[in-house]
């Protein structure tokens, strides 16, 4: 099975400006990240970025970068363009890793390439792990993923859903002893040639609402495979806090 690994890179981040290029031991973030994609045995490596500053860093460390237009409002629409940029044929298997990964298991990046791989009909393919605390089902951060019973997307949100009545309307709240909450991993698989259609597609309005753009799929009645994770996700950077331990972590392992 061979895949297209594709990272986008945005130097113009709302939370972290220049978030790509803060150092981490040593090196900018994406270079981490492109190191995690590289030890996962796709055919092609393609950093796709709006910023001259990030091209210049990931070609001096030997990747290969995609110079994308800067007003994409997501990772998919710039993962489009390089689709088009590239001529990538329309069942190709591309790999969304996102440029803010730095500690993303090459295992879990070969999953979702395999996952989509093995469903024929299927266009797009992702990644879940288990919420074990109550606090991270009210985390707005952390996205919550509902699945059927097939292991399809039936709803990704930031709210505390399904909303458990008999131990969230407490005054401490608990977890229900019936229901297993799952946090989504930004990690996606999709075809390249529903990549195209994806971003043909306006903007719907749960996508809006909740700023979630996988959201715009299943608006239009697309399935996503929601695979459970084999390994634990490591932590993504969103916020200073996350760059911190994040820092912490990588110097202690190195």
């Known amino acids: 099975m061979g895949f297209v690994v594709i990272i986008p890179a945005r130097y113009e981040s709302s939370r972290l400006h220049g978030k790509p290029l803060m150092d981490i031991a040593g090196k900018p973030m994406i270079q981490w990240t492109w190191q995690q994609a590289k030890q996962s045995g796709a055919s092609r490596i393609v950093i796709a970025t709006e910023s001259e500053a990030v091209k210049q860093a990931c070609e001096a460390f030997g990747a290969e970068v995609c ?9 998919t629409e710039r993962i489009a363009e390089v689709v088009e940029t590239l001529g990538l044929g329309d069942d190709e298997i591309i790999v969304n890793v ?4 730095p500690m993303l298991p090459p295992a879990l990046i070969v999953q979702v390439a395999d996952g989509l791989s093995t469903h024929e009909t299927v266009q797009m393919a992702t990644l879940c792990e288990p919420i074990e605390d109550v606090e991270t089902v009210f985390d707005p951060h952390a996205v919550k993923v509902i699945r059927n019973q097939q292991d399809f997307a039936l709803n990704f949100t930031r709210a505390p859903m399904p909303w458990s009545r008999d131990t969230f309307s407490n005054e401490s709240a608990t977890l229900p002893h019936n229901w297993h909450y799952k946090r989504h991993i930004g990690l996606y698989a999709y075809r390249a040639g529903f990549v195209k259609r ?7 309005d749960l996508e809006h609402v909740e700023r ?10 697309e399935d996503i495979l929601v ?8 932590i993504g950077v969103d916020t200073q806090k996350d760059l911190d331990k994040v820092r912490q972590l990588i110097s202690q392992k190195a």
């Not at 110079?67 to 990772?75: K, V």
């Not at 979630?212 to 009645?221: D, I, K, T």
């Not at 695979?227 to 490591?234: E, Q, W």
Request: charged residues 20%; aromatic residues 8%; glycine residues 10%.
């Open 212 to 221: 979630l753009e996988q959201l715009r799929v299943l608006w239009h009645g």
């Open 98 to 101: 996102q440029g803010d990964e």
């Open 198 to 204: 994806y971003v043909a597609w306006p903007e719907c």
């Open 227 to 234: 695979l459970d994770a084999l390994c634990d996700a490591g």
């Open 67 to 75: 110079m994308t237009s800067s007003s994409h409002q997501s990772g």
